[in-house]
């Protein structure tokens, strides 16, 4: 009996080492402040990673497909349902994560008859007074953190902190085309640590980044959304299009 909870922590970590191999290869995504509100961006080869939750928040994943979709839908239910009983106003992205998705993946993670969300997840609020946005990450097991004005998701902790180390160095009053550029170059950077896994640990130089967009873009799509402060509707959610992205990253690849 006493060898119980010695059995629940080695379960659990050998549930931590399965997410963390599963999400070891997952395209990162970039949040990041510009002049007009907040932007997010990726590249990857299959489904969307970008959504809307709520007027003024946004939603992104790293993993699983699947477990991405179930996330996403469980949060925009629970905003629907905090705005239906309480308000607009009382739907934050504090509430969301501290209540919602947060509770609900530590949940899955923690019971060993369940399998866990094989995902890490980015989400970010829009200031509409321009004061300061907000974001959040939230790991596979509920732990989550905030960040004020950048955050970074990627498949490693290593990658991760290198993209973030990058982004607050980042003008937060860049136009979007110039914006675009600098969390493209951000999102290059983790993706290159991730394929570099058996490198000397040190960061990639600016021109290894440039030199690897040229032919790491190859076979993915380059998805962008912006939580837009002057948009003139309740929703500040906009994907950008494809032409919309040719210009700012035409030097990079051919959208």
């Known amino acids: ?51 809307e939750v709520y007027d003024e928040i946004a939603f992104a994943a790293v993993g699983h497909p699947a477990d991405i979709e179930k996330l996403r839908k469980a949060v925009i239910d629970i905003a629907h349902l905090e705005g239906f009983n309480l308000s607009a106003n009382d739907v934050t992205l504090q509430r969301l994560v501290s209540f919602g998705i947060g509770p609900l993946m530590k949940a899955a993670f923690d019971e060993l008859f369940r399998s866990p969300f094989v995902a890490r997840v980015m989400m970010a609020e829009l200031d509409p007074d321009g004061g300061g946005n ?8 509920g732990s989550f953190a905030q960040s004020g004005g950048t955050a970074a998701i990627s498949g490693n902790t290593e990658s991760a902190q290198a993209m973030t180390a990058q982004l607050q160095e980042t003008s937060p009053e860049l136009p979007l085309d110039q914006a675009l550029g600098a969390a493209l170059e951000v999102w290059g950077l983790g993706r290159l640590i991730l394929a570099a896994r058996d490198g000397d640990g040190e960061a990639p130089s600016a021109e290894a980044v440039c030199d690897f967009l040229k032919g790491g873009l190859q076979g993915l799509t380059v998805e962008a959304a912006v939580l837009d402060r002057d948009r003139a509707t309740k929703s500040k959610f906009r994907l950008l299009t494809a032409e919309q992205l040719a210009e700012p990253l035409a030097s990079y690849f051919e959208v």
Not at 10 to 17: G, S
Not at 19 to 37: F, H, I
């Open 134 to 141: 907000a974001f959040f990450t939230i790991d596979a097991d």
């Open 1 to 51: 009996m006493l060898e119980e909870p010695y059995r629940w922590v080695e379960a659990i970590n050998n549930r931590r080492e399965y997410v963390e191999d599963q999400l070891a290869s997952g395209s990162p995504v970039v949040g990041t402040t510009y002049a007009d509100g907040v932007l997010l961006l990726t590249a990857t080869p299959g489904p969307r990673k970008l959504f």
